[in-house]
């Protein structure tokens, strides 16, 4: 069983930069394709971007350009470099493995971008 904490979010300003980061116990994330997910206020939860477990990546084309996924298997941690944020990335961020598991699913961390 895998247990996953996201930290890094927060309060910004349109232009600015976060990394949120996804630390996981329990269990090797190098053995997983990993995932970030968010959901603002009202809405379903979306994919955000992916890293398969030899490094390939995938983005939302909302934030193609814009995000960045990694991995750091020595720290068993995924991160999400956020540039240049805008309003409409206001959510709650998650991480989960690749497939998703129900089993997976964190509280989240907060970004909040204000215009």
């Known amino acids: 069983q895998v247990q996953l904490v996201e930290s890094g979010g927060g309060l910004v300003q349109a232009g600015d930069s976060l990394r949120l980061s996804c630390a996981a116990s329990g269990r090797a994330l190098s053995t997983y394709g990993m995932a970030w997910f968010r959901q603002a206020p009202g809405k379903e939860r979306e994919f955000v971007a992916a890293?398969?477990?030899?490094?390939?990546?995938a983005y939302a084309d909302s934030v193609k350009g814009r995000f960045t996924i990694s991995r750091d298997s020595a720290k068993n941690t995924v991160y999400l470099q956020m540039d240049n944020l805008i309003p409409e990335d206001t959510a709650v961020y998650y991480c989960?493995?690749?497939?998703?598991?129900?089993?997976?699913w964190g509280q989240g961390t907060q970004v909040t971008v204000s215009s």
């Open positions: 989960n493995a690749v497939p998703w598991s129900p089993d997976y």
């Open positions: 890293v398969s477990r030899f490094g390939g990546t």
